[in-house]
T-cell receptor
Framework: EADIYQTPRYLVIGTGKKITLECSQT?????MYWYQQDPGMELHLIHY???????EKGDLSSESTVSRIRTEHFPLTLESARPSHTSQYLC????????????FGPGTRLLVL | GESVGLHLPTLSVQEGDNSIINCAYS??????FIWYKQESGKGPQFIID?????DKRQGQRVTVLLNKTVKHLSLQIAATQPGDSAVYFC??????????FGTGTSLTVIP
């Protein structure tokens, strides 16, 4: 069982609201990731980080932003939520090797009305 | 871009039978592969991985086979149990920091 946590697990919010999805891991992993997953679809990488103060955009364009002030914490923020942001958001982390298994959190299911 | 595809979107098996889930990948430079299991409402859970210098790797009730010639990966689950019902993803990595995931195969175990 991986020690990676996401809150909230479910969120229903109105259009235009600012939201922050939390992700924390206690494994001391340097690398962290955010994926977006629609029902029945593959995971798409939207952000990743190599370590503190490092953030990069993934393949899928996203209006969200991330920050990495602490190793264990990698929050994702949407400044103004829209219905098109409705999806599942998965956070993952891995050790700082060239290729290492990514461990996933339970996900946040977001519904924007 | 990368392309990771699964041959069958759904698979139903009788409890106790063996299951085989297939995955095709397109990037011949990919050298690290992972199988994940995702249960409803949960995040993907690591099952087993394999590097390209191997053809086969076994875990507890699971075996992954890699055929680099045809760029094919398979996951075999022995004596499938109801708890194995889930969506199974393969993921590939070509040496960078990004994994590419398939859409998944939904496995249903019939009691």
């Amino acid at each position: 069982e991986a020690d990676i946590y996401q809150t909230p697990r479910y969120l229903v919010i109105g259009t235009g609201k600012k939201i922050t999805l939390e992700c924390s891991q206690t494994m001391g992993h340097d690398k962290m990731y955010w994926y977006q997953q629609d029902p029945g679809m593959e995971l798409h990488l939207i952000h990743y980080s190599y370590g503190v103060n490092s953030t990069e955009k993934g393949d899928l364009s996203s209006e969200s932003t991330v920050s990495r002030i602490r190793t264990e914490h990698f929050p994702l923020t949407l400044e103004s939520a829209r219905p098109s942001h409705t999806s599942q958001y998965l956070c993952a982390s891995s050790e700082n090797e060239r290729q290492e298994t990514q461990y996933f959190g339970p996900g946040t299911r977001l519904l924007v009305l | 871009g990368e392309s990771v595809g699964l041959h069958l979107p759904t698979l139903s098996v009788q409890e106790g039978d063996n299951s085989i889930i297939n995955c095709a990948y397109s990037n011949s430079a990919s050298d690290y592969f992972i199988w994940y299991k995702q249960e409803s409402g949960k995040g993907p859970q690591f099952i087993i991985d394999i590097r390209s210098n191997m053809d086969k790797r076994q875990g507890q009730r699971v075996t992954v086979l890699l055929n680099k010639t045809v760029k094919h990966l398979s996951l075999q689950i022995a004596a499938t149990q109801p708890g194995d019902s889930a969506v199974y993803f393969c993921a590939e990595n070509g040496g960078g920091n990004q994994f590419y995931f398939g859409t998944g195969t939904s496995l249903t175990v019939i009691p």
